[in-house]
């Protein structure tokens, strides 16, 4: 009984700060990724991210760059409601980095924001700017004509307190990503996704509904 208590509790532990495995709810990440998927994510790919629960402050063991094109998995930005972690878990490949220049439409120009990077304040990202001091720098700003105030003053130039990122999923017809959410902080930030472990279709018994060409398949 100790051992397979043990066992147990050490299989927990493995799960919770190594790796993780999340059910892909939907095919909006399709071809690479189809819903019923089992994915594996690593938590450690970007350093294991501790904190944000109230103990004790953000943190990250071991901490790591964010790759160009990774397949990241990071909590949904605006529940405002939950803790971070407790947030519904997304997907998507990592666009740009703070510094980095992001074009959407091909016209507005937005300067992705970082820990300690200031960031002109203009017009075509003001609203973005803003809904970030809201909802992840916790921070009052709003908007009054074409001027920018935070905590009561004007601001032309921003500055954050962690780095962001510009998620993408490469479909044009799911843009349930930073088109729509805007920034992902890097606190959201679970870890990368390594590999699609299975693929179970949950209205059939848990004996069928599995196929055959999803188990272990890599992610690209």
Not at 160 to 181: P, V
């Amino acid at each position: 009984v100790v051992a397979l208590a043990v066992t147990f509790l050490v299989m927990l532990a493995f799960r919770a700060l190594a790796f993780t495995i999340y059910t892909v709810p939907s095919n909006g990440l399709k071809p690479v990724l189809e819903e019923g998927d089992r994915i594996l994510v690593n938590r450690w790919s970007y350093g294991l991210r501790t904190g944000l629960r109230g103990l004790f402050s953000y943190g990250r063991w071991c901490k790591d760059k964010i790759g160009y094109d990774d397949m990241v998995a990071f909590n949904y930005p605006l529940d405002s409601t939950d803790y971070v972690t407790d947030r519904p878990v997304c997907l998507g490949y990592c666009k740009a980095v703070p510094g980095d220049t992001v074009f959407i439409n091909k016209e507005i120009q937005i300067v992705i924001p970082g820990k300690c990077r200031m960031v002109r304040v203009t017009k075509e990202n003001m609203k973005l700017i803003c809904n970030t001091y809201n909802m992840h720098e916790h921070r009052n700003a709003l908007i009054k004509g074409d001027t920018l105030f935070v905590d009561g003053k004007i601001t032309h130039c921003a500055s954050f307190t962690q780095n962001y990122y510009w998620i993408s999923t490469h479909n044009d017809r799911n843009l349930k990503d930073s088109r729509f959410f805007g920034l992902v902080p890097e606190n959201h930030i679970i870890g990368r996704v390594m590999a699609v472990v299975f693929n179970k279709d949950d209205r059939q018994p848990f004996y069928s509904g599995y196929r055959d060409n999803r188990f272990f398949a890599s992610i690209k």
